[in-house]
């Protein structure tokens, strides 16, 4: 292999040369570092700082006893694929267009001016709108209120705000499909923590803190797949936990905050000096208007901030108009608290339809959000794919784990779920499940 250099700088330009020409092409493996030290004449050490080089670069990967291997652009799963005609989609994890308002009419309203570069990227009405939303559930101290393209845009901002490359990050297994991309597309090390029928567990999230990670991303309620909804009594020893590691980043993705059915309970420690509150308006106000609040300590609210100066990469102040007019409009919150009896409705009829065909769920178990997670004794993706044939799209639920977990679970979006679809899928399913050579 034609790589040359003498210093690491050189080592590391030279092996970015070759990927860039294609002579090097993802998954191939590069020289052992002491093969490629020995053909150039430089010490080992030299090459494994270019090695690390690339590695931080995002160039390549290491793994472990396999050696180190050029990176390819990841493969990433989604939310919301397209199904067509051919499948009752009952896996994109999407809320009903229904019970979403008129973002177009919200629009007209007054008051709107038209942002130029340089003004404040925080609309001021929608930011006091939200202290006043948030000042309950974070309780004392001082915090600020951001805006963001989103709950994974604000993941993303805010990881990248304390961590580099390589940094380890704590997250649900199984875990919200956008945040298992967003750490591998920006080189983070996922170490998975396992999830319950309350939440994240505390001795999973200890040993994850004390192994060395730097942030943790967690969902306190609607955990996507699963539903559960971390109680009361989990989040005091989440934040006992917590408290022993103030240092670490922590994120709470309250996705579902507006339509929930469970109180939210708050996991950061006050001891914790980064943290960070967000809630998107994905789930109510709709996926197109790409915005999430965020509350976080100072500190974290000035890193994320440079990030979101006017001129760059601001939320479209249309955009932070349109959230304000519908956030503070009465019919919009008739029209949530309509969605979230619907959406708490239309997963128990799946509940009770399943008990009816002997498909069993935990005992107690009463999902919050969009989706039901539905436990198997076998392995996920032969049912999903026979659930496909009879004309239903669901997921398997290994495709959520970050981790080494099997997951033999399915996930099935109720969003839009109808009594007739309920009754002929758990038949379908049970058929499958129940006889002999199902698959």
């Not at 199904?83 to 309203?109: K, V, Y």
């Not at 805010?158 to 591998?184: H, K, Q």
């Not at 000035?302 to 955009?319: A, H, P």
Request: aromatic share 6%; charged share 20%; glycine share 10%.
């Amino acid at each position: 292999m034609p790589i040359s250099g003498t210093s690491a700088a050189e080592i590391a330009g030279s092996v970015r040369d070759l990927i860039a020409s294609g002579e090097l092409a993802p998954q191939d493996s590069l020289p052992p570092v002491r093969t490629l030290a020995e053909e150039l004449g430089v010490n080992r050490n030299t090459v494994a700082s270019a090695y690390r080089q690339l590695v931080a670069a995002g160039e390549a990967v290491t793994r472990g006893r396999g050696g180190t291997v050029v990176a390819g652009v990841p493969q990433l799963a989604s939310e919301g694929a397209w199904f067509g005609g051919r499948l009752t989609d009952l896996a994109s994890g999407n809320p009903d267009p229904q019970l979403l308002p008129d973002a177009l009419r919200a629009l007209h309203g007054g008051g709107y001016r038209p942002a130029l570069y340089g003004a404040p990227p925080v609309d001021e009405r929608l930011a006091e709108w939200a202290a006043g939303q948030y000042a309950p559930d974070i309780g004392k101290g001082h915090f600020r209120v951001l805006i963001t393209h989103g709950a994974v845009d604000a993941t993303e901002r805010l990881l990248n705000a304390y961590l580099t490359r390589g940094d380890a990050v704590a997250v649900e297994d199984p875990c919200f499909l956008a945040s298992i991309g967003t750490l591998r597309l920006n080189g983070f090390r996922t170490v998975a923590v396992a999830v319950d029928g309350q939440g994240i567990r505390p001795d999973a999230l200890r040993a994850a803190l004390e192994g060395g990670v730097r942030a943790v991303v967690c969902t306190p309620r609607a955990h996507n797949p699963t539903g559960v909804s971390i109680t009361e009594k989990r989040a005091a020893e989440l934040r006992a936990v917590l408290a022993d590691h103030p240092q670490a980043l922590v994120v709470e993705d309250d996705h579902f905050w507006a339509v929930s059915r469970a109180p939210y309970h708050r996991v950061t420690a006050p001891a914790s000096t980064r943290w960070a509150l967000v809630r998107s308006v994905s789930k109510f106000l709709g996926p197109d208007l790409r915005l999430a609040l965020v509350a976080c300590d100072e500190e974290t609210a000035t890193r994320l901030e440079t990030r979101l100066n006017t001129g760059t990469t601001w939320v479209s102040g249309l955009l932070q108009h349109a959230a304000h007019a519908l956030l503070t409009d009465p019919d919009v919150t008739a029209l949530t608290a309509r969605a979230r009896e619907t959406y708490i409705q239309r997963s128990t009829l799946l509940l009770t339809r399943l008990g009816e065909r002997g498909i069993g769920v935990p005992d107690g178990y009463r999902p919050d959000g969009l989706n039901v997670w539905i436990p198997l004794k076998t392995p996920a993706r032969p049912v999903a794919d026979a659930l496909a044939r009879r004309g239903w799209a669901v997921q398997p639920g290994d495709l959520f784990t970050s981790g080494a977990s099997a997951a033999q679970a399915l996930r099935v979006t109720t969003s839009m779920l109808t009594e007739e679809q309920a009754a002929q899928f758990t038949d379908d399913l049970a058929g499958i499940l129940h006889c002999p050579g199902r698959y």
